[in-house]
């Protein structure tokens, strides 16, 4: 069987790993290789190769980092196919999606080649007498980032592209259902030119994470992940003294107003519930339909267009979506269908118990839509991550803005109108992170920063942008003066003031 061994200082784990976790292609249902789980002296090993190589990094200056990450995009773009290839046959994604995913990560690689303009500090000149104040932005030292499976190329980008070209050395603690990708992007990345123990990864589940957590020369963490986990990682590694970003789970509503364009709606509600299973923390997992009859106009179209969505093994091009990760994954989207349609939801396409030829062990299960969903039940509170759309009733705005806005989730949200008031009134009052205008999926581009409200992000600080680079990075101010000799007078006893 073939082993995923951890990548440190350029090389293999070195010992035989002590524990082993199976890695399935979700597609056929078979356990494909085995992932080394490390401990603590895995970490160890990879920490002192970090410590070994940052100074160095921080210290070549920015533009020659930027060409390295130049260097890194063209290596990584050179290499779309076998990347998106072994991504699908991990995760289960298609083909065209995992593509998606390693483009979108490295959207925020080219952000990262404009590190010596990102990076630069603020100036005062005479700030008092002889006086000039100056900031820098400063590596962080070693940072760690844990990640979901759901994202095995783009989220590994948007910490360590940001975390790598500001000076820092990275540390990727990937998924363990899907963790070879990390350790290709890693080897990308040594060829591109960075240091060995600039981009390490080690794999492993809770005792890696807390060994990450506990350790004290590592002084950022990001993570990405479910809420409970992110909670845990935020305190925990907050309590460790590091500085810590931990984005969480989702619920995310499309409120549809009577007055959408009903055939732009089903295309995105179809790309945007159901695509990659629905296993994304901005997929639409609700829709809020506004006012009276937008309901029945709006499922005359979309009923038969989810019937037409085809599900297939990853490599199908023809296949909307794939099979979600793993047997497990699928038992619980299933049980929480069974659970929405027990609280009183009324199945309008039932997706449980698909089996596709040939592959009948394969994790497949079909789209489900579920109608007269309310804020009564379980199902609807929490998330599940899986090819679900529910429909909640609305009778006005009023009622729809406050359905994402009291969810304990608050990730992403979308509107769909032509009505400009409406839109603009819905983006500044929605308590939720990230909002879209007929934009269903609106994850921000890369110069923009990623994050959730509520339990979608612990900390404050998002991912990538400036909000990625200020994560990354620590300021010191200076504040220097140059006499011209003579003293000014100034009584040294007291607090000095600029006046
Ligand atoms: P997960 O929380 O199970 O795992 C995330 C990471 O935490 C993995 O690296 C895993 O090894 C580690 N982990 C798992 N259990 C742990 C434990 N008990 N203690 C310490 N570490 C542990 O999440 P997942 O199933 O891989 O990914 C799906 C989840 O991620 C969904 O909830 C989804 O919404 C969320 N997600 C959020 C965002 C976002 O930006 N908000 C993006 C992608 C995914």
């Not at 994202?151 to 050395?169: E, Q, T, Y």
């Not at 709006?298 to 199908?316: H, N, Q, R, Y």
Request: a negative charge; aromatic letters at 8%.
């Amino acid at each position: 069987m073939r082993l995923i061994d951890h990548y440190i200082a350029g090389g293999t784990g070195g010992t035989a790993p002590a524990r082993l976790g199976d890695v399935f292609n979700p597609s056929t249902g078979e356990v494909q290789a085995q992932v080394a789980l490390g401990d603590a002296a895995v970490l160890e090993r990879a920490v002192a190769a970090a410590a070994k190589a940052q100074p160095g990094w921080a210290a070549t200056n920015p533009q020659r980092r930027a060409r390295v990450m130049f260097e890194f995009k063209r290596l990584v773009e050179a290499r779309m196919d076998e990347l998106a290839e072994l991504i699908s046959s991990e995760h289960g994604k298609v083909i065209a999606d995992s593509k998606g995913d390693i483009q979108r990560g490295l959207e925020v690689v080219e952000f990262a080649l404009g590190i010596p303009h990102a990076q630069k500090g603020e100036y005062t000149q005479g700030a008092g007498p002889g006086i000039d104040v100056y900031s820098m932005r400063q590596p962080i030292g070693i940072g760690a980032g844990i990640t979901p499976f759901n994202f095995p190329a783009m989220i590994p980008l948007w910490m360590s592209g940001v975390a790598i070209a500001c000076g820092n050395a990275f540390i990727l603690k990937p998924s363990e259902r899907d963790p070879s990708t990390g350790v290709r992007l890693a080897e990308l990345m040594l060829e591109a030119g960075a240091p060995e123990g600039i981009l390490q990864v080690v794999h492993g589940d809770k005792e890696m994470v807390d060994a990450i957590l506990d350790h004290p020369a590592i002084a950022a963490v990001s993570f990405v992940g479910s809420s409970d986990i992110a909670n845990y990682v935020y305190q925990r590694g907050a309590a460790a003294g590091k500085r810590v970003q931990a984005m969480g789970g989702a619920k995310n509503h499309g409120i549809i107003m009577p007055d959408a364009d009903l055939d732009q709606v089903v295309n995105d509600l179809c790309g945007a519930a159901y695509g990659s299973a629905g296993e994304r923390c901005m997929a639409l997992s609700v829709a809020v339909t506004v006012g009276e009859g937008t309901t029945e106009r709006l499922f005359e179209k979309l009923v038969p267009a989810i019937e037409g969505l085809k599900v297939g093994v990853s490599t199908d091009p023809a296949a909307h979506f794939g099979p979600v990760v793993t047997q497990a994954h699928k038992e619980k989207i299933e049980a929480w269908i069974a659970r929405c349609v027990a609280e009183g939801g009324e199945l309008v396409v039932d997706g449980r118990g698909l089996v596709l030829q040939g592959h009948e062990k394969g994790f497949f299960t079909g789209p489900t839509l579920i109608d007269r969903v309310t804020p009564a039940m379980e199902s609807y509170h929490n998330e599940i991550f899986g090819p679900v759309l529910q429909i909640v009733r609305a009778k006005d705005f009023e009622e729809a803005i406050s359905l994402p806005s009291q969810h304990q989730y608050g990730n992403g949200v979308a509107i769909f109108t032509r009505n400009g008031h409406a839109a603009r009134e819905f983006a500044s009052r929605v308590n939720v992170g990230m909002v879209g205008i007929n934009v269903p999926i609106p994850v921000p581009v890369a110069y923009h920063s990623f994050g959730g409200w509520k339990r979608s992000g612990f900390g404050d600080t998002n991912q990538h942008g400036m909000e990625g680079v200020r994560f990354w990075t620590k300021v010191k101010t200076v504040t220097a003066r140059w006499p011209d000799g003579g003293g000014d007078g100034s009584n040294a006893f007291v607090i000095p003031t600029m006046g």
